[in-house]
C-alpha cells in the first residue's frame, strides 16, 4: 500500500510548526498578506498516527500548488 494514498493530503516532516499552523506561507514562510488556503498537509506525531494541519501559501506560491 502506497505510503502516501490519499492524493489531497501530503506527509511532511521536519517543517517550521509556525507553517504547519497556516501563520506564514507553507512554501517560504513569508508572513506577506495577502495568505491563502493551501490545502492540507500531515505530519506523523507517533507510529500510525498523524496530525492534519491546514495550511497557507502567499499569492505566489499557491500558484504553484495547482
Ligand atoms: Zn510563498
Known sequence: ??????PDLRIVEGVDPTRLHGE?????GSA?????????????????VVRRWDIVACT???ELER
Open 1 to 6: 500500500m502506497a505510503e502516501n494514498s490519499r
Open 24 to 28: 506564514v506561507c507553507f512554501v517560504c
Open 32 to 48: 506577506e498578506p495577502p495568505l491563502h488556503p493551501a490545502g492540507t498537509v500531515e505530519t506523523r506525531v507517533g507510529e500510525g
Open 60 to 62: 505566489e506560491h499557491v
